[in-house]
């Protein structure tokens, strides 16, 4: 079992910054690889990024290449989403989740994750 707990989203002007973390309970947090999806009203959750358990992998949806970055920090429990150059399409409630599958095909999946954080919503304000 890993709990995910979001934190960090808010209201920001367009061209603006935020980092969200996602702190995780457990001891196997390093096993598991990470993702960031988001979902805005009336749309269907879409993939944002991912990292593997190692950190040496990143995945990144395309929307967002360029301004996002996904990292991890294992002795922390957490992984970060930096998320630069916002822009009111990137409006969103975003969720992370874990994964503890090896094969990074599933990793841009919402079927490739077994454990979802609560969300932490974002704004971008034009």
């Known amino acids: 079992q890993v709990l995910l707990v979001e934190s960090g989203g808010g209201l920001v002007q367009a061209g603006g910054s935020l980092r969200l973390s996602c702190a995780a309970s457990g001891r196997t947090f390093s096993t598991y690889a990470m993702g960031w999806f988001r979902q805005a009203p009336g749309k269907e959750r879409e993939f944002v990024a991912a990292i593997s358990w190692s950190g040496g992998s990143t995945y990144y949806g395309d929307s967002v290449k360029g301004r996002f970055t996904i990292s991890r920090d294992n002795a922390k429990n957490t992984v970060y989403l930096q998320m630069n150059s916002l822009k009111p399409e990137d409006t969103a409630v975003y969720y992370c989740?874990?994964?503890?599958?090896?094969?990074?095909?599933?990793?841009?999946?919402?079927?490739?994750?077994?454990?979802w954080g609560q969300g932490t919503q974002v704004t971008v304000s034009s």
């Open positions: 989740a874990a994964s503890s599958l090896r094969v990074s095909y599933y990793y841009t999946t919402l079927e490739g994750y077994r454990y």
